[in-house]
């Protein structure tokens, strides 16, 4: 089982995602849970059709951090 960042912000209808690691790979939901499912098809989906295409599949190297900052 392989991890990878996934972005989730909300939007004016729900919420969107998308991969860092993952070009293109994006999906909506209207809530965080559905977001979550939908975005997680979408990896597997995507990496499959890289699979067919014979490219190759991206590691996993995105992070995330929040940063303090005074304003």
Not at 20 to 29: A, H, R
Not at 55 to 69: G, R
């Amino acid at each position: 089982m392989k991890k990878c960042l996934a972005v989730i912000e909300p939007t004016a209808t729900g919420f969107s995602a998308y991969l860092p690691d993952f070009p293109g790979c994006v999906s909506t939901g209207a809530t965080r849970e559905e977001v979550e499912q939908k975005i997680r098809e979408a990896i597997i989906f995507h990496v499959e059709g890289l699979r067919e295409e014979g490219l190759t599949i991206p590691q996993p190297s995105s992070y995330s951090a929040y940063i303090e900052f005074c304003a």
